[in-house]
């Protein structure tokens, strides 16, 4: 295979809205629809086949990085066919590939039917919001909807740190400054130190990843800029206790007391396929008020859930479950698959209409 086989490839990618292509060795092109992945009509792939079509679209410098350290994140752009985040790994010593692509033109909040408290959100001058879920819940996407509508309204200068570059905005009324991780910095925690310093009102952070990414960030959010940010976590609770438990014991009462007066909402994303084709977002929704403020700083993040399900039409709160059950009421999902992307099966078991079948 070659170049221009992968270039063919791609473009079946977009052609046919998949969300991943894989190169595997000893495997057949795979890719991935609605969350499935299916095999491309075309020969079996060995290690050198895939060096020899994917090697032509990176630089020495990342070949020497590749064949260094035996991973590679980068994106790009392929002519007339789209934009791409891309891992390069290797498999029982064998190059493999992993590509995803990135819409070129970036979604608005309305194309992507997001709740309407997102949009009040944004006005924040201030504070952390972090967009969670596993891989491939759409959490750079709604991220890069979230600073579209930004761009659209206000008048700011938006950074971003990211590994990789995935959306590029153009400058509307906003300008971004899009800085990758390798390229234009050398960590995300590097990113957000000097960012300080670059007179940003809006910072994005592609992944809190480690214990000085985390409180770099809350620094940020404190001293006067909205941050946003993701983890890999399923919900609102598991998030917070992600980040409290990054740190050690001694620290985690600061850490409690930055997160009471810094976050803004924790937004954990998870996509489901729909009866007919396709996917769509339920998405779990935590506001910062004054209670969950107490019920972080005393360590009572286990009784979170509980307020969240209190005054939810003026807060615009939302639990998974309750996505879920409206989800499959209106026949938009199975109850099969709401089950399975449950975070908590049992409750959602409980208020389905007529069981499980």
């Known amino acids: 295979m070659s170049e221009q086989n992968l270039s063919q490839l ?16 000893r495997s057949k092109p ?17 290690g050198k086949d895939i060096e020899e079509m994917c090697f032509p679209f990176i630089s020495d410098k990342q070949k020497k990085h590749f064949e260094e350290e035996y991973e590679l994140d980068f994106s790009f752009e392929l002519k007339g066919i789209g934009r791409f985040r891309v891992n390069y790994y290797h498999a029982l010593g064998e190059m493999c590939a992993a590509f995803r692509p990135i819409p070129i033109i970036i979604p608005s ?18 504070g952390i919001i972090l967009v969670t879920g596993p891989t491939g819940s759409g959490k750079s996407t709604t991220l890069a909807a979230m600073l579209n509508e930004i761009n659209e309204y206000q008048q700011k200068h938006i950074v971003t740190a990211e590994d990789p570059v995935e959306f590029v905005h ?4 906003s300008v971004f400054s899009h800085r990758e991780v390798g390229n234009d910095t050398a960590s ?56 409290i438990d990054v740190f050690p014991g001694e620290e985690q009462p600061q850490v409690r007391a930055m997160l009471s007066t810094s976050l803004v909402a924790v937004i954990a994303q998870s996509l489901i396929p729909k009866i007919k084709g396709g996917r769509i977002v339920a998405s779990e929704i935590m506001i910062m008020n004054h209670a969950i403020a107490n019920l972080i700083r005393d360590e009572k993040v286990h009784q979170i859930y509980s307020q969240m399900q209190l005054g939810q039409e003026e807060s615009g709160m939302q639990t998974q479950t309750q996505v879920l059950v409206s989800l499959v009421k209106q026949g938009i999902i199975s109850k099969e698959n709401a089950i399975q992307y449950s975070n908590k099966p049992d409750e959602l078991f409980k208020l389905l209409p007529g069981g499980l079948y």
């Open 10 to 25: 791609l473009q079946d990618v977009i052609t046919r809205q998949a969300s991943d292509l894989h190169l595997i060795s």
């Open 30 to 46: 795979l890719i991935r629809i609605d969350g499935q992945l299916e095999p491309v009509d075309a020969p079996e792939l060995t």
């Open 170 to 173: 153009t400058n509307k009324k």
């Open 109 to 126: 909040l309305d194309d992507l039917g997001s709740p309407p408290i997102y949009k009040k959100l944004i006005k924040r001058e201030k």
């Open 188 to 243: 995300f925690a590097n990113a957000l130190k000097y960012a300080m310093r670059q007179d940003p009102d809006v910072i994005l952070v592609g992944e809190m990843r480690d214990k000085e990414t985390i409180a770099a960030a809350l620094t940020a959010a404190e001293t006067g800029h909205l941050v946003f940010a993701t983890l890999h976590t399923n919900s609102a609770p598991s998030t917070l206790n992600r980040i």
